[in-house]
Every structure is written in structure tokens, then in C-alpha cells.
């Protein structure tokens, strides 16, 4: 902020701060954030931590309310500094409807945006996704790409197309005049796979492979390169983005980085074994046990059911044809962009990244017992 106002207390909101990456971001801001004056949380279901944070030197005001509630979102944003916007609805399963996708993910950032143009707040981060970009329908690998590398990105499903929309008005709302005619400054962080504590799915790879004796079968090619990135290395891209968006406002206004750090590329199988193997289980088989054209045909029986279903139950399994699809197709990051523009350098290294999520599956999966 302005020379004059370094003393300055910042008021922050998180929406989606109750999330797998909201958590994160929350409790990065109040441990490296010197200027926090107050942390709204604002979440549509508000986790009990929260109150533990609430005992500590900084103000923590729980907020429960829905982006896709204009009024709520406006009230929350209201006096605020900074917005960082990672509330969404991140489903490729088939739990919600594409509308309810469109509706949370696009009309909920295009409510954000409004009430920081109507009340004046200056300075927005936009957690979008990797999926903006791709995999797309084709399944053209995307290897070692960087923000400026040239993918034809095609989308049909919900989840990547309502990114995209939301991500694009992010960024076209950089410079729009706020209430007290000083621009709004944006910019969007593109997350690869997150993993880290609390990340859901590979708890339930925990679980299941503790259920199958221990065991888990190669399903995707060990030569598929995913990119993955710790999330308490996104949510410090998070916090320092938002720090030095007004500084480096020129330079960072409208802008989108990946999210990246030191984390190994590999399968998405193989690089889940880097914490799940130490926590015994093994992966069976060098090669795919299945071949292609039967995970094919599972996956379109899977959505095939789904749809039969859908009347009477919610049968949304992992695979999918869109599932599969990414799962199957080289998704790599290699950039320093985040670095130039805003000095980001991964708090955490490769080796404490994963003995924390390592902790984290043990922890998680004996509480399953
Ligand atoms: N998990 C991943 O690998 C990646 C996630 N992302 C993005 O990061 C963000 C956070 O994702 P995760 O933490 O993984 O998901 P999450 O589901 O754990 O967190 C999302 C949070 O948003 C809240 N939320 C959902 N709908 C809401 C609504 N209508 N109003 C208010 N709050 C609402 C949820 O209650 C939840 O606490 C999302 O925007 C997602 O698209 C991007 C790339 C990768
Ligand atoms: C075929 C199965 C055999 O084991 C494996 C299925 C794994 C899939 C469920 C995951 C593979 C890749 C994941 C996605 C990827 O990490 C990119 C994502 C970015 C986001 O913004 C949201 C989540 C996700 C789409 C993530 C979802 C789970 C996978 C498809």
C-alpha cells in the first residue's frame, strides 16, 4: 500500500475459505501476512476451526453466504481490501448439474466482481485452474507448457468451460473503475492438481486401497505426465499475489499464472504412490492391468448409469469418460512467471511437501477405521 499508510491494517476475504485451498489460504494469511487487520471467511458451510482461529491477534469474522447470492456477496466485500476468490464448484463427477456448475462458478464471480466495483474494494485474486487451458477434447498433451504456450483450448464440459467464462471476466474486469473512481486491479492463479492435506481424493485412493488389502492397480500409463502442486505452496502464491497486486499493479493487472513448485512430474498414479506407498500400499503392475479400449467402455458405461440412474440415486464414480480423459493426457507446467512478476519462490520443498501430506493420509485414513 502507499508509503504513507505502511502501518495500515488490510481487511481480507476468502471466499470459499472453509475449502480444501480456502484453509490453506486462511491460515497462510494469518501466519505470513504482517499487514492483516482482519480475515473475513466467508464459506456456504462454515468449518468448526474456525472458531480456534478466532482466539488469535487478528479479527476472524465467519461469514456464512452463497456467491451466487448478489446481496451476501456484497455485504461481505464491503470495506474490504483485497478479495481472494477460491470459492467454487469443482465437480467433474456428475454430483451437480451443469447449470449449478455455471450458476457458482460464473454468476458467483461475476457477483464478486460486482460488489468490489459497487463498494470499492480495489484488489481481486481469482483462483482458477490448469483446466482453463486443458487437457482438451482432443487429448493433446500439454508438456512443460508455460502461460504463453499455444494450446488449442476446447472444452465441453461443465466444470473447464465455467472456469474458463470466469476466468475471462476476471480478467476483463481488470482496470474498471470502483466506487471512488480508483481502478480495479485482478489477476488469476491457474492451480494443476492440488494435493496436500485435506485433499479428499486421494483419501478416498487411501481408503480404497486399504479396503482391496493394500493394493491398488495401474490403470493410466506410467509415461502420462500430470502436473501437481503442494497447497500450501498455492496458497502462498495466493497470499503474495494478493500482496503485491497494488505495487506491481502494471505489471500484474489482468494477468494469469500457473501455480507451480518443485513437485515431481509424473502419473497422476505414480506421483499418488510418492504418499500412499510409504503409508503401505503398492501399486500392481508396470503397464496398465486393463487395456485402454475397456477403461474406455467402462468409463461410458459409468456415465451411462449415471444418467439411468439419475431419477432415482447419484451414482457418481471416479471414472468417467471426462475423468479418463484427463487422467490420460499429459498435463505439465514449467514457468517462472509468478517468480518475475511477484517473487514467488514455493515456501515449501518437494521433501517437506510430502512427508506433510504423507502425515496427513496416515492421520487421515486410521481415522477412517
Ligand atoms: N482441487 C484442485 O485440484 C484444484 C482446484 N482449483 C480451484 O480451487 C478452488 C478451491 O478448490 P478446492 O479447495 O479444491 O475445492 P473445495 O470444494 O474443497 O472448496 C471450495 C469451497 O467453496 C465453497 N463453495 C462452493 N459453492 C459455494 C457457494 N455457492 N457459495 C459460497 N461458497 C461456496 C465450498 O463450500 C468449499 O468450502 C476452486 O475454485 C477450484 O476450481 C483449481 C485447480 C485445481
Ligand atoms: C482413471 C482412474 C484410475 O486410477 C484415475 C482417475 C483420476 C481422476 C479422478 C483425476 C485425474 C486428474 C484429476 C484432475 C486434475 O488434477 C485437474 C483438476 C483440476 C481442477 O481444477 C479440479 C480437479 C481436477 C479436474 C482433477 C479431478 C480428478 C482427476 C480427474
Known amino acids: 500500500m502507499a508509503d504513507s499508510a505502511q502501518a495500515q491494517?488490510?481487511?481480507?476475504?476468502?471466499?470459499?475459505?472453509c475449502g480444501f485451498l480456502g484453509e490453506h489460504v486462511v491460515r497462510m494469511l494469518l501466519q505470513r501476512e504482517p499487514r492483516l487487520g482482519?480475515?473475513?471467511?466467508?464459506?456456504?458451510?462454515?468449518?468448526?476451526?474456525?472458531?480456534?482461529?478466532?482466539?488469535?491477534?487478528?479479527?476472524?469474522?465467519?461469514?456464512?453466504?452463497?456467491v451466487t447470492e448478489a446481496h451476501e456477496v456484497a455485504a461481505a466485500v464491503a470495506g474490504a481490501h483485497?478479495?481472494?476468490?477460491t470459492a467454487g464448484l469443482v465437480d467433474v463427477f456428475g454430483r451437480a448439474s451443469p447449470e449449478t456448475i455455471h450458476e457458482v462458478n460464473v454468476q458467483g464471480t461475476r457477483n464478486v466482481i460486482q460488489a468490489c466495483v459497487q463498494t470499492g474494494t480495489r484488489f481481486l485474486v481469482y483462483t482458477s485452474s490448469m483446466e482453463v487451458v486443458g487437457p482438451n477434447t482432443k487429448g493433446h498433451p500439454f508438456y512443460r507448457g508455460n502461460e504463453d504456450t499455444l494450446y488449442e483450448a476446447v472444452h465441453r464440459h461443465p466444470y473447464p468451460c465455467s472456469k474458463a467464462l470466469a476466468e475471462r471476466l476476471v480478467l476483463e474486469a481488470n482496470g474498471r473503475e470502483v466506487h471512488g473512481g480508483l481502478p480495479l486491479?485482478?489477476?488469476?492463479?491457474?492451480?494443476?492438481?492440488?494435493?496436500?492435506?485435506g485433499h479428499q481424493i486421494m483419501r478416498d485412493f487411501y481408503r480404497q486401497g486399504l479396503r482391496l488389502g493394500g493394493w491398488l492397480f495401474r490403470a493410466i500409463p506410467a509415461s502420462v505426465e500430470h502436473g501437481r502442486v503442494y497447497v500450501g505452496n498455492v496458497a502462498w502464491m495466493h497470499v503474495l499475489a494478493a500482496?503485491?497486486?497494488e505495487r506491481r499493479a502494471a505489471l500484474m493487472g489482468g494477468q494469469v499464472y500457473f501455480c507451480y513448485d518443485g513437485s515431481p512430474y509424473k502419473s497422476y498414479e505414480d506421483f499418488n504412490m510418492e504418499f500412499l506407498g510409504p503409508c503401505g500400499l503398492q501399486l500392481v503392475g508396470a503397464r496398465p492391468l486393463l487395456p485402454y479400449w475397456l477403461l474406455?467402455?467402462?468409463?461410458?458405461?459409468?456415465?451411462?448409469?449415471?444418467?439411468?440412474?439419475?431419477?432415482?440415486?447419484?451414482?457418481?464414480?471416479?471414472?468417467?469418460?471426462y475423468t479418463l480423459?484427463?487422467?490420460?493426457?499429459?498435463?505439465?507446467?514449467?514457468?517462472?512467471?509468478?517468480?518475475?512478476?511477484?517473487?514467488?519462490?514455493?515456501?515449501?520443498?518437494?521433501?517437506?511437501?510430502?512427508?506433510?501430506?504423507?502425515?496427513?493420509?496416515?492421520?487421515?485414513?486410521?481415522?477412517?477405521?
Do not use: M
Open 325 to 369: 480423459a484427463v487422467a490420460n493426457t499429459t498435463f505439465t507446467v514449467s514457468t517462472d512467471k509468478a517468480q518475475r512478476h511477484f517473487g514467488y519462490e514455493p515456501l515449501f520443498s518437494w521433501e517437506d511437501s510430502r512427508t506433510r501430506t504423507i502425515l496427513w493420509v496416515q492421520a487421515a485414513g486410521s481415522s477412517a477405521q
Open 185 to 197: 486491479v485482478t489477476c488469476a492463479l491457474r492451480p494443476t492438481g492440488i494435493y496436500g492435506e
Open 9 to 17: 491494517k488490510l481487511v481480507y476475504l476468502v471466499t470459499g475459505g
Open 82 to 85: 483485497v478479495v481472494i476468490h
Open 243 to 245: 500482496r503485491e497486486l
Open 38 to 66: 482482519e480475515l473475513r471467511v466467508f464459506d456456504r458451510h462454515l468449518g468448526p476451526w474456525l472458531e480456534e482461529l478466532k482466539t488469535g491477534p487478528v479479527r476472524v469474522t465467519a461469514i456464512q453466504g452463497d
Open 296 to 321: 474406455v467402455f467402462l468409463a461410458a458405461l459409468n456415465a451411462l448409469l449415471q444418467w439411468l440412474l439419475r431419477p432415482l440415486v447419484l451414482y457418481a464414480p471416479l471414472l468417467n469418460p
